[in-house]
């Protein structure tokens, strides 16, 4: 039987990658979900399976243009997240995250709902502090190719805190660290899904530079679990890290995929670092345990299998 929650929630950039699995929680939850997204790095195909649901309504929108709906919750999730994405219209990523969350934030001012903000590690830039903590400023270039993303989603924690603190308005802020699993777009250059596709077509895994670089990557289905535990606790606001703790070089990474994926003739490759690649990452989760008790639960090996099982389906 459904466990009827009774909210009207809104999640944009509902048809991306965390979205669609965010939407798909929510209506088992017994929710009604307004996706909201603009189609330019997710996809109607993320939520084809939610279409037929009477609980789920799917709208064509831009955030940068003011939205009146009324709603409870809301998850702002509408970004380009790869660097490919957003570095593709930079102009364009800094409006989503400046002229768009303020768009979002006024549309929860008006209708008190609760907002969840998606930041990411990103605005620890290339840290100096290993492992990262919520309270770590960073270290972040202003004028890099990778600045309309990071710096425009520290503006987004900013405006955050100033709607809070201006107009009371109940925001939550996590900062989400590198998360992969089904329904991650095949050709928007993230790693786990370069490494994979490769893999399965048998090209060769392009490892930027050395490949002695780090990453944590959590399984979408722990983020989730985050996101809802930290959209339903009362008097935290955060920020909190959300990621997982298990760092690998992305030389491990891409043997790890070669590994589970004995018949590929794949090889590694090297090319070129992009500039201003981050060297390490990992999240220190102390906060979260504490005041969520989330960590997450997901082995590297065990979420790479389900992801290849995905992205054979769909090659
Ligand atoms: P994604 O690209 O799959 O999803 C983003 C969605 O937002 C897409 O469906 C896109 O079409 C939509 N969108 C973009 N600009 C929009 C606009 N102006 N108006 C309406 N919709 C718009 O990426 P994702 O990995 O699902 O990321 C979702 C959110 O989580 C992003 O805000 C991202 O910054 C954040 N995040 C993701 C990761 C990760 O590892 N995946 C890490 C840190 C933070
Ligand atoms: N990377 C790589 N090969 C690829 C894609 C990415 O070596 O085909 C590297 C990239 O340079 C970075 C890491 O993998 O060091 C993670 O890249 P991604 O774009 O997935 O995430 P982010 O850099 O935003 O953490």
């Known amino acids: ?17 965390i979205g669609s699995h965010l939407c798909e929680r929510l209506l088992a939850n017994g929710n009604e979900v307004l996706c909201l997204d603009n189609f330019f790095t997710g996809s109607k195909e993320n939520v084809r399976h939610l279409l037929n649901n009477p609980h789920f309504e799917l709208l ?11 709603v409870d919750q809301i998850y702002n999730l509408a970004c380009p997240a790869s660097p490919l994405s957003y570095q593709y219209n930079a102009v364009k990523t800094i409006k989503c995250s400046t002229i768009g969350m303020i768009n979002i934030l006024g549309l929860a001012k008006r209708t008190k709902a609760r907002i969840l903000q998606a930041s990411t590690s990103e605005i620890y830039g290339d840290p100096k502090e290993h492992p990262q903590k919520e309270d770590y400023w960073g270290n972040v270039n202003p004028i890099g190719i990778r600045s309309c993303y990071d710096e425009g989603k520290r503006v987004a924690e900013t405006l955050c805190m100033d709607y809070h603190r201006m107009n009371g308005v109940d925001i939550k802020i996590i900062r989400i660290f590198n998360t992969y699993g089904p329904h991650m777009d095949s050709y928007d250059g993230r790693v786990v899904s370069n490494f994979i596709v490769q893999a399965l077509k048998n090209e060769d895994l392009t490892i930027y530079g050395d490949g002695s670089q780090t990453r944590s990557f959590q399984y979408i289905d722990d983020l989730i679990n985050g996101m809802i535990k930290m959209m339903e606790v009362d008097n935290f606001i955060g920020p909190v890290n959300l990621g997982n703790p298990e760092e690998v070089s992305i030389k491990e990474l891409a043997e790890e995929i070669l590994s589970l994926i004995p018949e590929s003739k794949s090889k590694i490759v090297y090319r070129k670092l992009p500039s201003d690649d981050p060297k390490q990452r ?9 005041k969520l008790n989330w960590e997450p639960k997901i082995k590297l090996k065990d979420g790479l299998k389900k992801t290849i099982e995905y992205f054979r389906q769909i090659i």
């Open 1 to 17: 039987m459904r466990n009827l929650n009774n909210k009207t929630i809104l999640v944009t950039g509902g048809a991306g990658f």
């Open 60 to 70: 064509r929108h831009d955030i940068t243009i003011p939205l009146f709906v009324e």
């Open 282 to 290: 990992k999240p220190d989760i102390s906060l979260a345990r504490e």
